[in-house]
């Protein structure tokens, strides 16, 4: 059974910085694609990051050189760390995991088979 759990989301000041969290179980991390989503209030869901099995990764033109995904291979986890942070980066986050290995349709939920349950970001002074 496979199971994504995301933390790390919270409340923080425009400027400031967050580190998601997601752990897997029942799946390997770098075996497959696997991406971070964001659905802010009363919009729909949103590629925000994707990493490929060789690491190769993909950035919505929105975050480019403010967020960074990453996994850790040893504790199967992937992780987005948020910098810079805006407060149109408000949105539930979601961790997601496909079972290919290539992100062909990176930002497209569809290609998604699993799904963590989110964590909620606010952005706000």
């Known amino acids: 059974q496979v199971q994504l759990v995301e933390s790390g989301g919270g409340l923080v000041q425009p400027g400031g910085s967050l580190r998601l969290s997601c752990a897997v179980s029942?799946?390997?991390?770098?075996?497959?694609?696997m991406a971070w989503f964001r659905q802010p209030p009363g919009k729909e869901r949103e590629g925000v990051a994707s990493?490929?099995?060789?690491?190769?990764?993909a950035y919505a033109d929105s975050v480019k050189g403010r967020f960074t995904i990453s996994r850790d291979n040893a504790k199967n986890t992937l992780y987005l760390q948020m910098n810079s942070l805006k407060p149109e980066d408000t949105a539930m986050y979601y961790c997601?995991?496909?079972?290919?290995?290539?992100?062909?349709?990176?930002?497209?939920?569809?290609?998604?088979?699993?799904w963590g349950q989110g964590t909620q970001v606010t952005v706000s002074s």
């Open positions: 997601a995991a496909a079972s290919q290995r290539f992100c062909v349709r990176w930002d497209d939920p569809s290609f998604f088979r699993y």
């Open positions: 029942g799946y390997t991390t770098n075996n497959y694609c």
């Open positions: 990493m490929d099995i060789y690491g190769i990764t």
